[in-house]
């Protein structure tokens, strides 16, 4: 997995309107450690192509890694804390709440640090939501959390409408539907600096949490038995997902189905221990978005939004995977 993502990389930096050899793209990356560039010298490396790879596609796909990584390991967190393969961060509301707070940054301020903040309290004002309109005498039942996520996104997607009907139609409206339809068109430095403290720090603790994670999916009940505290173990899991899906959103927009999808396939590769999962759910995920990022800055002229390709693939590939699996009984899961 982890030499497909690199594989994956080096093809998104080879790919795009202006092709480069893969021999100087690895000379290019390797320049920086050789004390003589006689690499670069024999690749025939130029200072336009130099410029293409470190300002233009680099912070690009470091950023769709970090991305699809994040997005990915949320969702098979929550599909083990949960004990539900439909749960992911789209499904309860959390990426609905977070692009509503973007909206409104967006809408009012212009500041990278002031749109991540807004976006990680909407996305906690979802999950909130979500959670206790899911409790029911002190349980938490699978139907009613995927029902009470349904109603909240469409809630807040109204709410969203509403943002984009105040936007003024020749500057904020543009910029808000473009960035709700996810893009890493303006991918940089500064917003990989931005959130990859916040994304690193809460896949740190889901990493941390894992053993727990298999044990949630055991069930309440023995989980308390284990010695769980289940309500604050799942809070917490809760929190750091916020923290982590918010910190994506900021920078990409809205981008569905990739927590829901990829651990699924993750899960079909090395099983359902949460320990081997999440990393593997990482690494798929990261390698998947690279994918879908390069096929929608390359296959048009004009770029295709990331949210369009990830629901023409997720959709479908959710639908088979469901009929393949409820076959099963969902034994795997």
Known sequence: M???????????????????????AVAILLEPLMPHAWLADVAGVTDVQRR???QVRMPRILLSVLVGASLATCGAALQGAFRNPLVGPQMLGISSGAALGGCVAILLFTSLPLILSCA????????????FLSRSQGKTTMLMLVLAGVVTSAFFAALISLVTYFADPSDTLPAIVFWLMGSFATASYFKLAAVVLPIVAGMAVLFALRFR??????????????????????????????LVVSASVAVSGTVGWVGLVVPHFARMLVGADHRVLLPASALVGGAYMV???TVARSATSAEIPLGVITALIGAPVFAWLLRRTHARGWRND
């Open 2 to 24: 982890l030499a497909l993502l690199l594989g994956m990389m080096l093809w998104a930096l080879c790919t795009g309107r202006y092709g480069l050899p893969p021999l100087r």
């Open 52 to 54: 293409v790879v470190w």
């Open 120 to 131: 990680f309290a909407g996305g906690l004002i979802a999950v909130a939501i979500v959670y």
């Open 213 to 242: 994670i298999n044990v949630l999916s055991l069930g309440d009940e023995q989980a308390s038995a284990q010695g769980i505290a289940v309500e604050p173990l799942r809070w917490a899991l809760l929190v750091c997902v916020t």
């Open 291 to 293: 994918l879908v990022d």
